[in-house]
Structure formats: structure tokens, C-alpha cells
């Protein structure tokens, strides 16, 4: 927490400096303004002949002001973004608030563990883990939780968080840079969908006008300055008016490109800018530089282009301005060429939109897990096997707070799985959780909450947390059992880690025991590691049978002064302890 401390110091001071000097700009350009109207009084009323060259001055000197007042202010707001970056993580790690996005858009009831995990949603991982600021990269990140990713790709992403972690300040550019205006799933579909469009460069004829036809009327407009006869003066009002008529000859191609991503200039100089800082990163990582090598094409850097399609559009968005626009396009036929450059643009480098804006959503992810590895530095990464060996020392649930999370060790190295019972409120549930949640997290190349692990990564499944379906006139008993058939075609196609909590619980008890151990049978039969949690004591026989596959173990209650304690201590064996009579002979149930 203490660099996160010193950093908001450092950028509330810098941004306390940059304030001041953004006044001082505001009153020196209201000076100079002052001064323009004096000389220009002084000209007119008192014959001062300095006075146009004063008020000339004064004018270059209100446009210099202008462009560093600019300058400051964006400065400005990016110290602020960053003073609100550490004022979040300070309020996070004092456990504060969570002011981040959760995802839960990107929810899918049927997924395999997200659900019952809480990957996405309130309190959920995601929320945990998201410190991105575009939407690209918002659903990156989502997605990468939502898939186990393949062992290559999980050293690499690995390789890339350990290098990305102690680079806070490289990576707290990027956030606030995202953080200066509001992405969103609009903005960039709005870009992808003008990008995948046809694209017709300008007619020949009309672009060859917009050079010909302004140098006409500029030369009638000299001849009517140093001429006497006013035909010349009627002559470039005519070409005046002849410009326009070919501006609106082709306003409704104009419109309609400009349309498929109205307003979009504002963003695509946000994107261009956070592209710049990562293409300035020297980068180790083989994943890190895949990615960065995706940001140089053939004429240039992707920030580049992207920056050039910026000002573009900004010089398009000048139409709506009917005023300037008659003036710049009778006199100049400005917006004719940028058209023609919009659509020179397009046809060059659209199809790289997409994977440009990418590379900003993957670095973003990669991120957002660099920033919680640094968080919690004694997480570990594990070392990754393919002899299905799965081995957690210490392991606890990442987002419970560490200071009262009680630490276990579990491997599944002599056993595939573990039959797990133990009184409610013991831990089972919990325990189940943080195996399925670091499996998501070892799976994706992020650190888990362990001292030490070393897993074969595998694609995890779950059943805990189901419900009646009233729309679909499901009962809670058929929905599990859907559910347990999507598990079992799962294990039949590959290894999977599954995890099962109190199955089948909408049938009576001796349909539920036999139903339980035809479950774990068929799961051992397709070679599934995991664990189940079950209150059934009968369903521990079963580990008789398969003494080298299944293992019992479980979390005990003790009887303390009269009072139920759990120690959440994981045990081998089968729970023997009754809370459920004790706790209601204590509160005169029965």
C-alpha cells in the first residue's frame, strides 16, 4: 500500500502544479484578449499605425495560449485520473470499497463454474481483478476468465504478468489515459462496423476539383483585389457558390460514411495515445512483444495511423458547423479532400482496426492481473505439469481477506478424488470454491492464493449453486440433473477438473446415496479429478473400493464450553461430529 501512497501524493502535487499553471494560462489569454481590443482601438479611434501590427501579435500570441492552455489542461486531467488510480487501490486494500466494474454483462448462467464460482458480478472476481478502462478491455479480461487456456499459452501469460507487475507507473499511464473519456460497447462497435463497410475511394473528377476549383476562385479573388472593374468581385462570388454545389453534390456520401461513426474522433485519439505508450515499451516477454509486434505495419506505427484517422474525423465533424462550413468548403473545399483522405484511410488500414484495438484489450487484461499479482505478493505462480498432478500447499480463497483466511494443503497426486463431508457452516462449500477459483486462476497464467502449487491445468466444472427455473418450468431436481449430464459429456471428451456440492438433493435420501456414488463411480471411470461434498457418511464406503483413487477427508466442529467452533482445518478421514442436534438442542428445537 505504501507506493500507492507515495504515488498519490507525488500526482496530487503535480496536479495541484499543473491547476495553477492552467489559470495563469486562462488569465494571460483574457490579458491578451484585453490587449487585442486596445490596440485595435488605438488603430481605429487614435490613428496608432502599430496598432494592426499589435493587434497581429496579440492575435498569434491568443492562438500560442490556446494550444498550451490546451496542453496543460489535458496534463492536467491525466494527474487527476491518476491522484483517483491510488485513491482506488488505497480504498481497496483497506478494504473500503470495490470501486470497480463488475462485468456481470458478460454472465452466462449455463457457463461451466462462473456462476458457481462467482467469476463475474458483484463481489466476484472479475470485480476483484479489473483495473482496465476501455471496453475491449473489459472483455478480454471476462473472457480470459471464462476459459483455461493451453500450457504454452499459460507460461507465456505468466511470463508477461511477472514482467508487467513492478511496472506500476507504465501501467497506471495506460489506465488513466483510458480513464480520460468514458469507452464504451458502443463506441466500439460503432468503429468495428464502419471499419468492415465497403469503401469507394472519390470520384477522380471531384477530387481533382477541390484542388482546381479553389486556386480559381482565390485567383478571382486576387484579380477583384487589384483590379477596379467589379466583375471580378461577381466573378469569385460565382466560383464561391460553384464550390458549393460540389460540396453538397456529394454531402450524402459524406454523411453517410461519417455517420457509421459519429463523434468517434474523441476516442480514436484516446486509443492512438495509449497505443503510442505501449508501442514505447521495451518488452522481454515473448507475449508481451507478439502483441507490441502487432502495432507496426507497413507505413507506420498502428498509434500513428490511428492518430491520422483521429484528426480526420474531428475535420469531418467541422460540417455540423454550418457557418465554417460554407466559408471553408465555398472558399477551399476543405471537407472534399478530407473526405477523400477518410476513405484513402479506410482503404489502407481498416482491417487492422480490429486487431489494433485488440492489442489494447490483451494488455489491458494482462494488466489488470499484473496489478493482482503486485497486490499480493505472496501469492504464488505454480509451476505447471502434464502428469495430472494437482498439489496446493497453504491454499486459501483469494478473495476472502488473508488476515483471517484459514490455509490448507490439498493434493491429488495418490488420489483423483476427494469425497469431502463435514457439519454445515464447516467450510465445505468455501473449500470448494477456492479449489475451483485457483484453477481459473492458474489456468488463465495468474498467480493463486498458495505458498507454493504445481498443477496440470485443466478445464474445470461445477455444480453448486442451481435454482428453480419458473420461466422454463424446471424444477430444481431437473435442473441439477441437466446440469450433471453437461458434466459427464464434459469428462467423457477430456480430463476435467470437476467439483460437486451436496448432489441431488431434490430426491429422498436412499435415491440420493445411490445416485451419489453412481456419480463418483462414472467420474473415476472417465479419469475426473475434483472433489465432492456430501453429508451422506454411506457414500465414504465407497473409497474401499477404490482406495488408490478416492480419499475421505473433511472439516470437523468441536464442542467448546457449550459453543459449536470450526477450525476450517481440512482432515483426512470422514466427519464424525453432529452439529445439526446439538445446534437445535441448544436452541430448544427439539
Same mark, same amino acid.
Given at each position: 500500500?505504501?507506493?500507492? %501512497?507515495?504515488?498519490?501524493? %507525488?500526482?496530487?502535487?503535480?496536479?495541484?502544479?499543473?491547476? %495553477?499553471?492552467?489559470?495563469?494560462?486562462?488569465?494571460?489569454?483574457?490579458?491578451?484578449?484585453?490587449?487585442?481590443?486596445?490596440?485595435?482601438?488605438?488603430?481605429?479611434?487614435?490613428?496608432?499605425?502599430?496598432?494592426?501590427?499589435?493587434?497581429?501579435? !496579440?492575435?498569434?500570441?491568443?492562438?500560442?495560449?490556446?494550444?498550451?492552455?490546451?496542453?496543460?489542461?489535458?496534463?492536467?486531467?491525466?494527474?487527476?485520473?491518476?491522484?483517483?488510480?491510488?485513491? @482506488?487501490?488505497?480504498?481497496?486494500?483497506?478494504?473500503?470499497?470495490?470501486?470497480?466494474?463488475?462485468?456481470?454483462?458478460?454472465?452466462?448462467?449455463?457457463?461451466?463454474?462462473?456462476?458457481?464460482?462467482?467469476?463475474?458480478?458483484?463481489?466476484?472476481?472479475?470485480?476483484?481483478?479489473?483495473?482496465?478502462?476501455?471496453?475491449?478491455?473489459?472483455?478480454?479480461?471476462?473472457?480470459?476468465?471464462?476459459?483455461?487456456?493451453?500450457?504454452?499459452?499459460?507460461?507465456?501469460?505468466?511470463?508477461?504478468?511477472?514482467?508487467?507487475?513492478?511496472?506500476?507507473?507504465?501501467?497506471?499511464?495506460?489506465?488513466?489515459? #483510458?480513464?480520460?473519456?468514458?469507452?464504451?460497447?458502443?463506441?466500439?462497435?460503432?468503429?468495428?462496423?464502419?471499419?468492415?463497410?465497403?469503401?469507394?475511394?472519390?470520384?477522380?473528377?471531384?477530387?481533382?476539383?477541390?484542388?482546381?476549383?479553389?486556386?480559381? &476562385?482565390?485567383?478571382?479573388?486576387?484579380?477583384?483585389?487589384?483590379?477596379?472593374?467589379?466583375?471580378?468581385?461577381?466573378?469569385?462570388?460565382?466560383?464561391?457558390?460553384?464550390?458549393?454545389?460540389?460540396? &453538397?453534390?456529394?454531402? #450524402?456520401?459524406?454523411?453517410?460514411?461519417?455517420?457509421?461513426?459519429?463523434?468517434?474522433?474523441?476516442?480514436?485519439? %484516446?486509443?492512438?495515445?495509449?497505443?503510442?505508450?505501449?508501442?514505447?515499451?521495451? &518488452?522481454?516477454?515473448?507475449?508481451?512483444?507478439?502483441?507490441?509486434?502487432?502495432?507496426?505495419?507497413?507505413?507506420?506505427?498502428?498509434?500513428?495511423?490511428?492518430?491520422?484517422?483521429?484528426?480526420?474525423?474531428?475535420?469531418?465533424?467541422?460540417?455540423?458547423?454550418?457557418?465554417?462550413?460554407?466559408?471553408?468548403?465555398?472558399?477551399?473545399?476543405?471537407?472534399?479532400?478530407?473526405?477523400?483522405?477518410?476513405?484513402?484511410?479506410?482503404?489502407?488500414?481498416?482491417?487492422?482496426?480490429?486487431?489494433?484495438? @485488440?492489442?489494447?484489450?490483451?494488455?489491458?487484461?494482462?494488466?489488470?492481473?499484473?496489478?493482482?499479482?503486485?497486490?499480493?505478493?505472496?501469492?504464488? &505462480?505454480?509451476?505447471?505439469?502434464?502428469?495430472?498432478?494437482?498439489?496446493?500447499?497453504?491454499?486459501?480463497?483469494?478473495?476472502?481477506?488473508?488476515?483471517?483466511?484459514?490455509?490448507?494443503?490439498?493434493?491429488?497426486?495418490?488420489?483423483?478424488?476427494?469425497?469431502?463431508?463435514?457439519?454445515?457452516?464447516?467450510?465445505?462449500?468455501?473449500?470448494?470454491?477456492?479449489?475451483?477459483?485457483?484453477?481459473?486462476?492458474?489456468?488463465?497464467?495468474?498467480?493463486?492464493?498458495?505458498?507454493?502449487?504445481?498443477?496440470?491445468?485443466?478445464?474445470?466444472?461445477?455444480?453448486?449453486?442451481?435454482?428453480?427455473?419458473?420461466?422454463?418450468?424446471?424444477?430444481?431436481?431437473?435442473?441439477?440433473?441437466?446440469?450433471?449430464?453437461?458434466?459427464?459429456?464434459?469428462?467423457?471428451?477430456?480430463? !476435467?477438473?470437476?467439483?460437486?456440492?451436496?448432489?441431488?438433493?431434490?430426491?429422498?435420501?436412499?435415491?440420493?446415496?445411490?445416485?451419489?456414488?453412481?456419480?463418483?463411480?462414472?467420474?473415476?471411470?472417465?479419469?475426473?479429478?475434483?472433489?465432492?461434498?456430501?453429508?451422506?457418511?454411506?457414500?465414504?464406503?465407497?473409497?474401499?473400493?477404490?482406495?488408490?483413487?478416492?480419499?475421505?477427508? !473433511?472439516?470437523?466442529?468441536?464442542?467448546?464450553?457449550?459453543?459449536?467452533?470450526?477450525?476450517?482445518?481440512?482432515?483426512?478421514?470422514?466427519?464424525?461430529?453432529?452439529?445439526?442436534?446439538?445446534?437445535?438442542?441448544?436452541?430448544?428445537?427439539?
Amino acid at each position: 500500500m505504501q507506493v500507492y %501512497q507515495t504515488l498519490h501524493a %507525488q500526482h496530487s502535487q503535480q496536479y495541484a502544479q499543473h491547476a %495553477q499553471r492552467y489559470n495563469l494560462m486562462s488569465l494571460a489569454r483574457l490579458v491578451v484578449a484585453v490587449c487585442f481590443f486596445v490596440c485595435w482601438y488605438a488603430y481605429i479611434y487614435q490613428q496608432f499605425s502599430m496598432g494592426l501590427w499589435a493587434m497581429g501579435a !496579440c492575435a498569434v500570441l491568443f492562438l500560442l495560449l490556446i494550444k498550451i492552455h490546451a496542453t496543460i489542461g489535458g496534463n492536467m486531467r491525466l494527474q487527476r485520473a491518476l491522484v483517483r488510480i491510488n485513491e @482506488d487501490e488505497i480504498a481497496y486494500l483497506q478494504h473500503k470499497k470495490l470501486p470497480f466494474a463488475d462485468g456481470a454483462e458478460y454472465a452466462t448462467p449455463d457457463h461451466a463454474y462462473a456462476n458457481d464460482l462467482d467469476i463475474l458480478g458483484k463481489n466476484s472476481l472479475f470485480q476483484h481483478l479489473n483495473r482496465t478502462t476501455t471496453y475491449i478491455g473489459k472483455t478480454k479480461l471476462a473472457h480470459l476468465l471464462l476459459q483455461t487456456l493451453p500450457t504454452d499459452a499459460i507460461q507465456q501469460n505468466q511470463e508477461a504478468i511477472q514482467e508487467l507487475r513492478p511496472r506500476i507507473a507504465g501501467r497506471q499511464a495506460i489506465q488513466a489515459l #483510458g480513464k480520460l473519456h468514458e469507452d464504451s460497447a458502443q463506441v466500439y462497435e460503432k468503429l468495428i462496423a464502419w471499419s468492415k463497410t465497403d469503401t469507394k475511394l472519390a470520384p477522380a473528377l471531384v477530387l481533382g476539383l477541390s484542388y482546381v476549383l479553389p486556386a480559381v &476562385f482565390w485567383g478571382l479573388c486576387a484579380m477583384a483585389y487589384f483590379s477596379p472593374k467589379p466583375m471580378w468581385g461577381g466573378l469569385a462570388f460565382l466560383m464561391f457558390l460553384v464550390n458549393l454545389a460540389v460540396l &453538397f453534390s456529394q454531402m #450524402g456520401k459524406i454523411k453517410k460514411e461519417t455517420q457509421q461513426a459519429e463523434n468517434i474522433g474523441t476516442f480514436l485519439q %484516446q486509443y492512438s495515445t495509449i497505443l503510442e505508450r505501449i508501442e514505447q515499451e521495451a &518488452f522481454t516477454s515473448s507475449r508481451l512483444q507478439a502483441l507490441q509486434k502487432q502495432l507496426t505495419y507497413q507505413t507506420g506505427t498502428a498509434s500513428r495511423q490511428v492518430r491520422t484517422l483521429s484528426s480526420i474525423f474531428h475535420e469531418l465533424d467541422s460540417l455540423d458547423n454550418v457557418i465554417g462550413a460554407l466559408l471553408f468548403n465555398g472558399s477551399l473545399l476543405y471537407h472534399i479532400r478530407s473526405w477523400h483522405n477518410l476513405l484513402r484511410w479506410k482503404a489502407q488500414y481498416a482491417p487492422q482496426i480490429g486487431t489494433w484495438l @485488440d492489442v489494447i484489450g490483451e494488455i489491458e487484461a494482462l494488466q489488470s492481473l499484473a496489478n493482482f499479482a503486485h497486490n499480493h505478493a505472496n501469492y504464488t &505462480f505454480p509451476t505447471l505439469n502434464n502428469d495430472y498432478q494437482i498439489r496446493f500447499e497453504q491454499v486459501a480463497h483469494p478473495l476472502l481477506a488473508s488476515e483471517t483466511s484459514v490455509k490448507n494443503d490439498v493434493h491429488f497426486k495418490d488420489y483423483q478424488f476427494i469425497i469431502l463431508t463435514g457439519s454445515n457452516m464447516s467450510g465445505k462449500s468455501t473449500f470448494l470454491r477456492t479449489l475451483g477459483v485457483n484453477m481459473v486462476l492458474a489456468g488463465i497464467g495468474a498467480p493463486v492464493c498458495a505458498s507454493q502449487a504445481n498443477i496440470h491445468p485443466l478445464p474445470v466444472w461445477v455444480s453448486m449453486r442451481l435454482s428453480d427455473s419458473l420461466q422454463d418450468s424446471e424444477s430444481y431436481f431437473f435442473a441439477e440433473v441437466k446440469r450433471l449430464k453437461e458434466i459427464m459429456t464434459a469428462v467423457q471428451k477430456q480430463t !476435467c477438473f470437476v467439483l460437486l456440492d451436496e448432489i441431488l438433493r431434490g430426491t429422498n435420501s436412499d435415491d440420493k446415496r445411490s445416485g451419489t456414488i453412481g456419480v463418483i463411480k462414472k467420474m473415476i471411470a472417465q479419469r475426473a479429478y475434483g472433489a465432492i461434498a456430501t453429508h451422506d457418511i454411506e457414500v465414504c464406503l465407497t473409497t474401499a473400493d477404490y482406495p488408490e483413487i478416492l480419499s475421505n477427508q !473433511c472439516f470437523e466442529v468441536q464442542i467448546i464450553n457449550n459453543e459449536l467452533v470450526f477450525d476450517y482445518k481440512l482432515r483426512e478421514g470422514v466427519c464424525q461430529n453432529k452439529s445439526a442436534t446439538f445446534l437445535m438442542q441448544k436452541m430448544e428445537i427439539i
